[in-house]
């Protein structure tokens, strides 16, 4: 799967957009960009994912340049609930074989009053 | 939406006693479900992949005879940590493969362990 790099740790202001940047330069054609967070000492959660389009829900929105090689996970209002470990992870998608999710470092967003 | 039940959330051992923890889709069979360990301050590392009727797939350096895995039907799969040390001590988290939302992964609430 290709590799991603992401920010150690980013800070953001209570209802303010939080920008979330992902590079993913190695990136492969049939490859999906997903996002997870992980509040402390709970699991994992499922944020989004996309291919190449631009992909919105009550989470977040997902922004993938024309060449995939970045992407921008974007919070739109952040609440102080929010505050997580935010993981951006390629690898196939779809309805092929199930295959493990690889997380990297991610990124510490820290949502302060 | 699809959920993931993970059993127990903490769970306190002597050293050299075994613990199993549970991992049960609730709402969805999963043939493929994977178990994670956490360290402090660290990200999530794959143990294992558990697999409906067969052997689990073990990641280089994880020991199979010391975490048993087993998924005997399709919404519930063991991880059974057996005669724990201290060092044993982690975060375990389970997951599984969503149908409902175009493929992506449900993760359990996980279970941190503590071995005395």
């Known amino acids: 799967d290709a590799k991603t790099t992401q920010p150690t740790s980013m800070n953001c202001a209570e209802g303010r957009a939080a920008n979330l940047p992902c590079n993913h330069s190695?990136?492969?054609?049939?490859?999906?960009v997903y996002w997870y967070r992980q509040i402390h000492s709970q699991g994992p959660q499922y944020i989004i994912h996309?291919?190449?389009n631009n992909e919105t829900n009550e989470m977040a929105s997902l922004i993938i340049t024309e060449d995939r090689k970045s992407s921008t996970l974007i919070l739109p209002h952040a609440t102080l609930r929010d505050t997580a470990v935010y993981y951006c992870?390629?690898?196939?998608?779809?309805?092929?074989?199930?295959?493990?999710?690889?997380f990297g470092s991610g990124t510490q967003l820290t949502v302060l009053p | 939406g699809a959920v993931v039940s993970q059993h127990p959330s903490w769970v306190i051992c002597k050293s050299g006693t075994s613990v199993k923890i549970e991992c049960r889709s609730l709402?969805?069979?999963?043939?493929?479900m994977f178990w994670y360990r956490q360290f402090p301050k660290q990200s999530l590392m794959l143990m294992a992949t558990?697999?409906?009727?067969?052997?689990?797939?073990?990641e280089q350096g994880v020991e199979k005879d010391k975490f048993l895995i087993n998924h005997a039907s399709l919404t519930l799969s063991t991880l059974t940590v057996t005669s724990a040390h201290p060092e044993d001590s982690s975060f375990y988290i389970c997951?599984?493969?969503?149908?409902?939302?175009?493929?992506?992964?449900?993760f359990g609430s996980g279970t941190r362990l503590t071995v005395v």
């Open positions: 709402d969805f069979q999963a043939t493929t």
């Open positions: 992870i390629v690898r196939p998608g779809g309805t092929g074989s199930a295959r493990q999710l690889t």
């Open positions: 558990s697999n409906e009727g067969s052997k689990a797939t073990y």
């Open positions: 997951s599984a493969r969503n149908p409902t939302n175009n493929y992506g992964y449900t």
């Open positions: 996309g291919l190449k």
């Open positions: 190695t990136i492969s054609g049939n490859e999906y």
